[in-house]
């Protein structure tokens, strides 16, 4: 719950920085000089990525939590049994085992969107955060082509 507090706290604060930008672009646009207005546009193609990335990155994080809602709704959530330091790095032996398995799980049910998605909560645990997003995207892309 708090991680979701800050989560749209950082958004907000985004959409804001992203409003101003907007702004500083526009009044730069309106000047009667060309590098000013080439500043002005680039400020607004600079602002299109951002929005952009905050959107995906917001679909990503309510598309996950509706997997999660489905699996722990099914009994399927992985258990996060990784010990943990007191900084709170897991344990790498334990988070490599946890690993294993749900990497042979993932490849001997490549068609089920919930080993994917269990791949990618070990793929979190082992602190490999691009290849857990990347694994979660394809969790979502599988679920949302067997309701179609």
Do not use: C, N
Not at 15 to 24: E, H, P
Not at 54 to 75: K, N, P, V
Not at 116 to 133: G, N
């Amino acid at each position: 719950m708090v991680s979701k507090l800050w989560a749209w706290l950082f958004a907000g604060l985004l959409v804001i920085f992203l409003g101003g930008a907007v702004v500083s672009a526009w009044r730069f646009l309106r000047v009667d000089d060309l590098v000013a207005r080439v500043i002005g546009a680039a400020v607004l193609v600079i602002v299109g990525v951002g929005v952009w990335y905050l959107w995906r990155e917001l679909q990503l994080a309510f598309r996950s939590e509706h997997l999660g809602r489905i699996l722990e709704s099914e009994g399927g959530l992985p258990e996060d049994s990784v010990e943990r330091s007191p900084g709170g790095r897991p344990d790498r032996a334990q988070a490599d085992e946890q690993f294993s398995r749900y990497a042979a799980e993932a490849e001997s049910r490549p068609e089920d969107w919930r080993s994917w998605f269990r791949l990618a909560i070990a793929y979190d645990i082992a602190s490999d955060r691009r290849r857990a997003r990347h694994t979660m995207r394809r969790a979502i892309r599988m679920e949302r082509g067997a309701d179609s």
